[in-house]
């Protein structure tokens, strides 16, 4: 049976051009970049290089480029980077309430030390409002951390607005970035943000890395101590092949990306159209036109998404309810509970995420077969018997 992949927001595959990319850095080029003779400053070239086409990517300087392990250490990087060198001004964070574990989990590491954290609620698509930051900033405020585009249900945050607010505040803005990134423009200047965080393995590059946009001028603590890497902020020997990897990576995004999000665009919006029209009791999740061009996320009710999934995986189909992350957990998705879902609404959910190998034929398929599997579990769904 041919598999149709449909979860390129939990990871996609490493495009071929760049594993060819990286393979000579396990080899001939293995040299450690910290070496003076010319292994280690071949390397260290291919590093450069990798780190201007990243930064090039978010109308960054190269200089302002942190490489990291991926994206939970590029967000752990900025919140407690920030928080910590900034505490003799305040000890106040601003957030969403519909962020990536990785940057709720760091609040709450923060708020364990003594930080207080303002979670913000979002409206029914999953909008922040940009006036409810302008509110919550207080003369303790250092930090303002809200993503740029959210990875369960696709909406495209004011990020713009935002930053304009926390500028006129003084107070540092980051973005984390990583579902945005080489999918729909970024600009680190339109954004107004000073921190960003990205992660190879969402467009199309290796797993493992990532990497943390640092204005310059930005007041924050080092991640990692020991060698003089990264500029003395993240030490440890850098991981070559998949800086290098991440710069063809991005590098092939950026002459992709126009063509690619409205060839996505269309299929996403033919997907949703379809699942609509073909299933009753169904909703989309998120804003319809603030999203990222491969993200629909559906609830279908009297419906469990682990059946809807289990049974899609049997017709050959993955897809995800909820994120990647907590898949094998049974708590309902912080970030559709904050659209207003209820518990039954956000276990119902659906999360498919289209890519470079998407096509029309993929989408058709999920069409025909979706229908009727829900319609097999709702009439076994006790679900449904307790709603008649
Ligand atoms: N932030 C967002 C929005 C994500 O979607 C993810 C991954 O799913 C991460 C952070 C974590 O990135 P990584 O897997 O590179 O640690």
Request: glycine share 8%; net charge negative; with cysteine.
């Amino acid at each position: 049976m041919k598999r149709i992949y449909l979860d390129y927001a939990a990871t996609t595959p490493t495009h071929p051009e760049v594993v060819k990319t990286m393979l000579p850095c396990f080899t001939e080029a293995f040299g450690n970049p910290s070496s003076i003779y010319s292994y280690g400053q071949e390397a260290k070239g291919a590093i450069e290089e990798a780190r201007v086409k990243v930064a090039n990517l978010i109308n960054a300087r190269a200089e302002e480029i942190a490489f990291t392990s991926g994206g939970t250490e590029a967000d752990n990087f900025a919140l407690k980077g920030v928080a910590f060198a900034n505490e003799n001004r305040g000890n106040h964070i601003i957030t969403s309430s519909i962020e990536h574990h990785a940057v709720i989990e760091s609040c709450k590491s923060l708020e364990k030390r003594g930080f207080r954290v303002t979670y913000l609620p979002v409206d029914e698509y999953g909008l922040v409002t940009p006036d409810d930051i302008r509110r919550a900033i207080t003369n303790k405020t250092t930090l303002i951390s809200v993503m740029q585009a959210n990875n369960e249900m696709g909406t495209i945050e004011p990020i713009t607005e935002i930053g304009k607010i926390a500028k006129e505040a003084g107070v540092y803005f980051h973005t984390d970035a990583v579902q945005a990134v080489g999918h729909i423009p970024v600009d680190v200047n339109e954004l107004g943000v000073d921190l960003l965080s990205m992660s190879a393995h969402k467009l199309y590059g290796p797993k493992g890395v990532g990497a943390l946009y640092i204005r310059k001028g930005t007041k924050l603590v080092a991640f990692m101590h020991g060698g003089e890497q990264e500029r003395r902020r993240r030490a440890s020997t850098e991981n070559v092949p998949g800086i290098v990897g991440f710069g063809k990576a991005v590098e092939l995004a950026q002459q992709e990306m126009s063509e690619e999000a409205e060839r996505l665009t269309y299929l996403r919006d033919q997907l949703i159209k379809g699942l609509l029209e073909r299933i009753d009791h169904i909703r989309l999740n998120g804003h319809p036109l603030k999203r990222l061009p491969n993200n629909i996320n559906v609830s279908v009710d009297y419906v469990e998404g682990e059946s809807m999934l289990l049974n899609l995986d049997l017709e050959g189909i993955c897809a995800s309810t909820g994120s990647a992350c907590s898949s094998s957990s049974l708590e309902s998705s912080h970030v559709l509970l904050a659209l207003g879902l209820s518990p039954e609404q956000a276990h119902g959910s659906l999360r498919f995420t289209l890519g470079k190998w998407t096509n029309e034929e993929e989408i058709g398929r999920v069409l025909e077969v979706l229908p009727p599997i829900v319609a097999k579990l709702r009439a076994m769904s006790p679900l449904l018997k307790n709603h008649r």
